[in-house]
């Protein structure tokens, strides 16, 4: 089959080709990426020459280009994961997110409906339900808690959410939809909480944590992430939306010191920076109905999965340090200059 993957130059997105290739084998992989800052072709370097996978640097916002690709391709199944994805970005600047993450992700279900594509699959995030209380340890986001958005990312998310249920209750049309956690592992940009903290620890840098250092995220490994979309795809109710989360709930500042003994570094690197603008506080996953319907869990461990993140940054220096030494040198003065 055909599997159109939007955002794939982006960290999940990279790592869901990896996965689906190795997974699937026979399959073809399109991956349609228009190359903002935070996608990086280099990161599709291993799979770019091989037959079954085409690369198209696109705007999933430009109907045109999509009514062309379908005609050339006709995916079998469509999974999009092209967003403007960090919080941060988002309340500087939130215009870029709502055309991006909402008028994107309608072009794509128009150009689905348009040409039948049987399957699409639209990967969202934990923070449409808000945050949960740091004094309420036994409360969980479920599928069923109120849309509750906090940034203009996460309401951004949340209307391409509703959009994409919309849809398949007045056209029925085949869409499911997941909301995870936190992701980590390789390939993630460098202006996510452990990549940031790994890159600027390994260049003996301030490790800059946002208010107390209290609030609490949900850490999924991106490989179990990439196989819980798989068996959505594969084996999901069509119009269902399905939690993923890794049973990892940590503070912040404690994933900032594991990442300094890890890597023999001093904790008087950490420093305490202004909070980000409505910070939310907790964020929780409840994916039974994920694990019920269809057997899914997380399988790597928050020690496996931190270990194996920090080994490839650490055999993958040229990756970030090309990063970190483009416009993202910009970004970082201005968002953390004066903090
Ligand atoms: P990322 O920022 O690393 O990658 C996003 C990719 O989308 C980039 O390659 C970028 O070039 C591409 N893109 C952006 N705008 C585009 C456009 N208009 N047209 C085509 N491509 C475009 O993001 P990520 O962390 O890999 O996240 C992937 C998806 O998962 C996003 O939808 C995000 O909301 C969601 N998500 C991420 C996390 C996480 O922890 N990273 C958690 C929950 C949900
Ligand atoms: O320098 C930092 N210091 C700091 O304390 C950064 C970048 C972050 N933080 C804090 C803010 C959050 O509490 O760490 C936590 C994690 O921050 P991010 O990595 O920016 O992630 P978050 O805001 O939780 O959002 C992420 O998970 C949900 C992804 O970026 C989203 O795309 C996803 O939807």
Redesign the pocket.
Known sequence: MTVLV?????????NFIFYWLNAHPGDRMVC?????????LSTLRPVLERPEFRFVK????DRETLDRLFEEEHPEAVV???????VDRSIEDPEVFL???VM?TAALLDACRKYGTPRFHQ?????VYGDLPLDRPELRFTETTNLHASSP?SAS?ASADLLTLAYCRTYGFPGTIS??????GPC??PE?LIPLMIANALQNKPLPVYGTGKNVRDW?YVEDHCRAIDLILRKGRIGEVYNIGGDCELENIALVRRICRELGKPESLITYVADRKGHDLRYAIDSGKLRHELGWRPETGFEEGIRNTIRWYLENRDWWVEIISGEYRDYYEKMYGNR
């Open positions: 939007t955002g794939g130059a982006g960290f999940i997105g990279a349609l990426d228009r190359l903002t800052y935070a996608g990086n696109a705007d999933i916002c999009n994961f092209a967003a403007e994805s960090h055309r991006t993450n994107g990967v969202s995030t934990d923070e990312y998310k909301r995870c956690s936190n992701n980590y993630q940009f996510k999924l």
